[in-house]
């Protein structure tokens, strides 16, 4: 039982992938940073969804996405919020805003900004 568990383990080790050596190590603190340029955008009233204009106090950023064209090296930086409470849409009852996106521009303003609605 012992040899069939090593060989299982040595097997399941062997199948994990190695990063290439060219791609970079991420950088993890970095969307730390991007969340606070992020909030301070919203701090500055930059946040508006429909007629609502949304404060720090509603939202809770979760991701941090880079989204990298192929011929550009310049990633565009989107943020991605839950809203602590969703939010109604005016005209349909059944919906509300769950979370909101939003692009950081090199200059730390928001824009594209995008609401995520889902149904009762």
Same mark, same amino acid.
């Given at each position: 039982?012992?040899?069939?568990?090593?060989?299982?383990?040595?097997?399941?080790?062997?199948?994990?992938?190695?990063?290439? /050596?060219?791609?970079?190590?991420?950088?993890?603190?970095?969307?730390?940073?991007?969340?606070?340029?992020?909030?301070? /955008?919203?701090?500055?009233?930059?946040?508006?969804?429909?007629?609502?204009?949304?404060? @720090? /106090?509603?939202?809770?950023?979760?991701?941090?996405?880079?989204?990298? @064209?192929?011929?550009?090296?310049?990633?565009?930086?989107?943020?991605?919020?839950?809203?602590?409470?969703?939010?109604?849409?005016?005209?349909?009852?059944?919906?509300?805003?769950?979370?909101?996106?939003?692009?950081?521009?090199?200059?730390?303003?928001?824009?594209?900004?995008? /609401?995520?609605?889902?149904?009762?």
């Amino acid at each position: 039982m012992l040899i069939a568990g090593l060989l299982f383990s040595a097997a399941v080790t062997a199948a994990l992938p190695l990063r290439p /050596a060219d791609i970079p190590e991420p950088q993890f603190n970095e969307p730390r940073h991007i969340v606070r340029l992020y909030l301070i /955008a919203v701090d500055r009233g930059e946040l508006q969804v429909f007629t609502h204009q949304i404060s @720090k /106090a509603m939202i809770s950023p979760t991701r941090v996405e880079y989204i990298y @064209k192929i011929d550009d090296p310049v990633p565009t930086i989107r943020v991605f919020s839950e809203l602590t409470e969703p939010l109604s849409v005016l005209y349909c009852d059944e919906c509300r805003v769950r979370g909101v996106s939003a692009v950081l521009t090199p200059d730390g303003r928001l824009t594209n900004i995008e /609401a995520h609605i889902s149904t009762n």
